[in-house]
């Protein structure tokens, strides 16, 4: 009997700890539960492909998660037991908003609207649904498409213009200014990344920027415009060529050789056939994405040939050798660099622009050099690059491009110093015989009214850095003076 009563003990010893084992199994599992972020994974299935579609023709997914890549083959649809066309992706904390299209492995390809027209990338969060059915109605290279935008005074200089840095050619559009054939003069240049989606909605895979219609209007209006030079990006070589550094998913690292294929190659061909001025301070660099990347790359490393750079919703994440580099070069020249990007980009890309504009001052520039808009509601798309590009033209170009409506019989206005900081000084017109003294800013609007004061002073220190115009009015007589707020 005493044997029973051990074995009982026993078993109950034994069923006690598989007890306290499976609850802290349990209890590990729900722990879990709270400590890990929640991921989900998502399947698109192509329910509906134009009848155009060529039967042989692969299918692929493009976007940010690709580097945009149109024709990467780890993104490539395959065809399910139904016969659609399919692809899973990784799985993702939920809450991950990604931006992608469909092509048929180039940009040329392209997915597009019912009547050819550009559409907006698409969008998914992860989380919203597991399965989600797709219809592509139309592809870029359909007959019926979009009509070329491209302005008058936009060419392609060369189909096939030869990159011996990297052993390829590509094509390169220019961008003349609307009196360029008229007047004789010289001109800054604005060398520009993704040429195909600069001037011409028919080449353009996302949409245009609009480069040739915002420069011409800007003519219209007064201003000097630039020559513009865009290189169209070498589709699946694009990452390697925007990227100065190697990503382990992404690869990269051409950066340098296509930087020096612009200042080597193709910028002596461009001051030898057209009216260029040459020297750094008419020199820039302008991109967007990986473009970003790689002007503020190439702006800083070769700060004897540029003087200025767009940089447009950058790709700062793609390496962390970006700060380094940004510090370790530090500041050579006089520059100018304006940084852009949406507050719906995704990532850390706010984050990461304003983390650079730290960089940038610790590295010696000072904040009148570097101008940071963020645009609440701006997407990683052209729709953002095309609305934001006059506005970065004007800032960087502001002492050429600097123009306001001018008013009959004026003279001139002396004003020093020049840049100025804070307080101005105007030779000519005492202020106290003044009808009205104003300050306009490189768009013509008034920003300032200054009163009738004893001396030719005024405080412009509120005033963001950038080119303006003192307007002073007696009578009939008009006194103007150009200024450059520091």
Avoid at 139 to 151: E, I, K, L, Q, R
Avoid at 298 to 323: E, R
Avoid at 466 to 478: D, H, N
């Amino acid at each position: 009997m005493e044997s029973v009563n051990k074995c009982a003990n026993i078993v109950k010893q034994i069923q006690h700890q598989i007890r306290m084992r499976n609850q802290l199994i349990i209890s590990i599992i729900l722990a879990a539960a709270f400590v890990l972020p929640a991921t989900a994974q998502v399947t698109f299935i192509i329910d509906n492909l134009p009848s155009v579609t060529p039967p042989q023709d692969n299918l692929f997914i493009a976007g940010d998660f690709t580097g945009w890549n149109p024709g990467s083959a780890s993104y490539m649809l395959h065809k399910n037991d139904q016969d659609k066309w399919e692809i899973t992706l990784a799985e993702q904390a939920s809450g991950t908003v990604i931006h992608f299209k469909f092509t048929r492995g180039s940009w040329e390809t392209v997915e597009k609207g019912a009547s050819g027209e550009e559409i907006s990338d698409r969008t998914f969060t992860f989380g919203n649904g597991e399965t989600i059915p797709v219809d592509i109605l139309n592809w870029a290279d359909n007959g019926g498409g979009p009509v070329s935008t491209a302005a008058e005074n936009v060419s392609v200089m060369a189909e096939n213009f030869f990159i011996p840095q990297l052993n390829r050619s590509r094509r390169v559009w220019i961008y003349l200014p609307p009196d360029y054939n008229t007047s004789g003069l010289e001109y800054p240049v604005l060398y520009m990344h993704d040429g195909q989606n600069l001037f011409d909605a028919m080449t353009s895979f996302s949409g245009e920027w609009q480069v040739d219609e915002t420069l011409n209007a800007l003519a219209l209006q007064g201003y000097k415009v630039p020559i513009v030079v865009g290189v169209d990006n070498g589709g699946a070589s694009r990452i390697a060529e925007y990227t100065p550094w190697i990503n382990q998913q992404y690869g990269g690292g051409d950066g340098e050789l296509y930087i020096r294929f612009i200042f080597e190659t193709l910028k002596p061909y461009i001051d030898a056939n057209y009216r260029a001025l040459t020297d750094r301070e008419n020199t820039a660099l302008m991109g967007s994405s990986l473009g970003g990347l790689i002007s503020h790359y190439g702006a800083l490393s070769y700060q004897d040939v540029f003087s200025k750079a767009g940089i447009f919703s950058p790709s700062y994440w793609f390496s962390d050798s970006v700060w380094a580099f940004t510090r370790q070069t530090g500041k050579l020249r006089e520059m100018r660099l304006y940084q852009l990007c949406g507050t719906l980009e995704g990532g850390n890309t706010v984050t990461d622009m304003l983390k650079m504009n730290d960089t940038l001052l610790d590295a010696g520039f000072n904040q009148a050099e570097i101008f940071n808009k963020v645009v609440t509601g701006g997407q990683h798309n052209e729709a953002l690059w095309r609305s934001e590009f006059k506005d970065a033209y004007l800032w960087l170009f502001g002492n050429y491009a600097a123009a306001v409506p001018m008013v009959s019989g004026k003279s001139t206005l002396l004003c020093f110093p020049n840049p100025v900081e804070s307080e101005l000084t105007f030779q000519g017109l005492p202020l106290t015989a003044a009808d009205s003294i104003d300050i306009f800013d490189i768009t013509g609007q008034k920003v300032k009214t200054l009163p009738i004061l004893s001396g030719n002073k005024a405080m412009v220190k509120e005033l963001t850095p950038g080119v303006y115009i003192l307007r002073i009015l007696k009578g009939g007589l008009c006194l103007e003076g150009k200024f450059i707020k520091k």
